[in-house]
C-alpha cells in the first residue's frame, strides 16, 4: 500500500498543534490521546499496533503492539480516515510547550531514529518500530537514548520536542557531545554511543549526569532544549511537599483557630453578662 500524501500546518508557538488535510480516502494515524480536532466526515478507528501495512495477520499486529509497549507508549494507535466527499482536516496538539516538527521520511533516507515519546503523527502507511542501540555501554548507560522509536516509510510523520529545537548537520567524522535528553532524532548515518565525561568532580556535581551521548557524523541531529524529563523534575522540585512540616502548619493553624476562638468565646460571655 502506497504512501498518503498530506498536506499540513503548523499553528501556533509555545503550544503547537498541526492541521493534517486528508483527500477522499486518505487517511493519518495518530499517538492515543493526541486528536485535537476533525471535521466531520472524518472517521476514527483504533487500531493493534500501528495499523501500517506491514502488520499483516495477527502476528505482524502481535509484533508491533510489542515494539510500542517496549518504548512504553500504548498498545494501540488512532486512524482517522477521511470518508467523505471533500478535503478534510484532522489536528494533534503537543502534549507539552516546544515545536512540533515535520519530517519528510522520502528526503531523510526513508528512516528516522526518535526519542520515545517524540512521535505524535504521520500520514498513513508510515511504519512505527523500536531501535534498540547495539553497543554493550549504549545500553548499560545509555539512559533515555537506549531505546528508541524508529519511523520507516516515505511519507510525513510528524515528532514533538521540548522547548527550542535546532537541527545540526554533521558531516563525516563530525562529532557532537550532547546530553542524553536532549537528543530530539536523528537519521542512520549518525553514530549514536555514550562517553563518560571524563571527571569524577565534574561527574558528581556538575549537574549534567555521568555519561553524554556522542553523535558522530554523517546526518542530521535535532536537539531540544528542554526535555520533558527535566521539565518534570523541575516541576516536582518546585511543588508543596507533604510532610512532618505541613502537619507542624496545621496543628499550629488550629492551635491559633482553637485559640481566637476561645477569647472570641470569653469576649461574647462576657457581653451577655
Known amino acids: 500500500m502506497a504512501m498518503d500524501v498530506v498536506d499540513f500546518e503548523i499553528k501556533g508557538a509555545e503550544m503547537q498543534f498541526v492541521e493534517v488535510e486528508l483527500d477522499p480516502g486518505e487517511a493519518a494515524i495518530g499517538e492515543a490521546g493526541s486528536m485535537m480536532f476533525m471535521e466531520s466526515g472524518i472517521e476514527m478507528d483504533t487500531v493493534f499496533g500501528d495499523g501500517s501495512p506491514q502488520q499483516g495477520g495477527i502476528f505482524g499486529k502481535l509484533l508491533g503492539a ?8 500504548s498498545l494501540f494507535t488512532t486512524v482517522y480516515q477521511n470518508q467523505g466527499s471533500g478535503k478534510k482536516r484532522v489536528a494533534f496538539a503537543a502534549p507539552y510547550p516546544g515545536k512540533i516538527l515535520p519530517m519528510d521520511l522520502k528526503q531523510l533516507g526513508g528512516t528516522l531514529i526518535c526519542q520515545k515519546d517524540a512521535f505524535l503523527c504521520a500520514a498513513r502507511g508510515v511504519s512505527l518500530g523500536i531501535a534498540f542501540q ?11 537514548g537506549f531505546i528508541m522509536q524508529k519511523l520507516e516509510g516515505d511519507g510525513m510523520a510528524f515528532v514533538h520536542a521540548g522547548g527550542t529545537v535546532v537541527r545540526r548537520e554533521l558531516k563525516a567524522g563530525e562529532t557532537l557531545l550532547v546530553d542524553t535528553g536532549c537528543v530530539v532524532a536523528y537519521t542512520t548515518g549518525v553514530d549514536f554511543d555514550i562517553q563518560y ?37 523541575r516541576i516536582f522540585a518546585a511543588a508543596p511537599q507533604t510532610g512532618s512540616g505541613g502537619r507542624e502548619e496545621g496543628n499550629l ?8 476562638g476561645g477569647l472570641l468565646g470569653s469576649v461574647l460571655g462576657s457581653d451577655r453578662d
Open 134 to 144: 547495539r553497543k554493550l555501554g549504549t545500553g548499560f548507560f545509555g539512559g533515555e
Open 197 to 233: 565525561v571524563g571527571k569524577i568532580k565534574t561527574a558528581l556535581f556538575g549537574g549534567e549526569g555521568v555519561f553524554l551521548a556522542r553523535m558522530t557524523g554523517p546526518g542530521q541531529v535535532w536537539l531540544q532544549s528542554l526535555p520533558f524529563s527535566r521539565l518534570a523534575s
Open 253 to 260: 493553624l488550629s492551635s491559633l483557630g482553637g485559640g481566637a
Open 66 to 73: 510489542g515494539k510500542r509497549l517496549i518504548t512504553g507508549e
